[in-house]
């Protein structure tokens, strides 16, 4: 069965500061790999998904995020952390089977202090 | 464009009682979902339909109903509340249900089953 999985609850950076939110997937086959954020009370907002070719995908904000095939990570990345980037960060996995079913991991809250 | 709307925002049960969630997307997709939105198990898919007149189970289908009453609107209908249904409801949408579309989200409804 297709898993993923955010290693941490939580990640703490200072504004100004590269930052990572880790991600790694288990799936028999290619995956398609996305990023979503939520804010307080807000519903999901779309960051930037792999699909294919590019295995550093741009998206939204100055979020990037890499594809790592022989690690199975899909780690979301910016270089310079805003006070605004904080909120709920959720990578999810969806399988080539033709109708998209995406499977979610559990979530990290990123914290960004002035 | 409104994009999905979620109604209500918020609802308090008394366990045994019924509500209608209601879920409306302006931006034509064939696709819809519902999700719910549990601390620490992330997003899980409730039910979903592939397009207009089809629903078929997710993850969680256990103790909900659907109605994918047109191509606008996609109700979650809970027969008999119960405590473990307390949860954050997020309905989605995508174009055609493809598995490399983005989903777009509501801004989700907070059920309180006491």
């Known amino acids: 069965a297709q898993s993923v999985a955010q290693p941490e609850d939580q990640v703490n950076v200072a504004e100004g500061n590269p930052l990572t939110v880790k991600c790694t997937y288990s799936v028999s086959g290619n995956p398609y790999l996305f990023w979503y954020v939520q804010y307080p009370n807000r519903g999901l907002q779309f960051l930037l998904k792999y699909i294919t070719g590019d295995n550093l995908v741009k998206g939204s904000y100055g979020f990037e995020a890499e594809f790592n095939k022989s690690q199975t990570s899909f780690h979301l990345k910016k270089p310079s952390a805003l006070v605004s980037d904080s909120a709920l960060y959720f990578c999810?996995?969806?399988?080539?089977?033709?109708?998209?079913?995406?499977?979610f991991g559990t979530g990290t809250r990123l914290l960004v202090s002035p | 464009n409104a994009g999905v709307t979620q109604t209500p925002k918020f609802q308090v049960l008394k366990t045994g009682q019924s509500m209608t969630l209601q879920c409306a997307q302006d931006?034509?997709?064939?696709?819809m979902y519902w999700y719910r939105q549990d601390p620490g198990m992330g997003l899980r898919l409730i039910y979903y339909s592939a397009s207009e007149g089809t629903t078929d189970k997710g993850e969680v289908p256990n103790g909900y109903n659907v109605s994918r009453l047109n191509k606008r609107e996609f109700s979650l209908r809970l027969e008999s509340a119960a405590p473990s249904q307390t949860s954050v409801y997020f309905c989605?949408?995508?174009?055609?249900?493809?598995?490399?579309?983005?989903?777009?989200f509501g801004p989700g409804t907070r059920l309180l089953v006491l």
């Open positions: 989605a949408s995508s174009e055609a249900g493809t598995d490399q579309e983005t989903q777009y």
């Open positions: 999810a996995v969806s399988l080539r089977t033709g109708f998209q079913k995406l499977v």
């Open positions: 931006m034509n997709h064939n696709s």
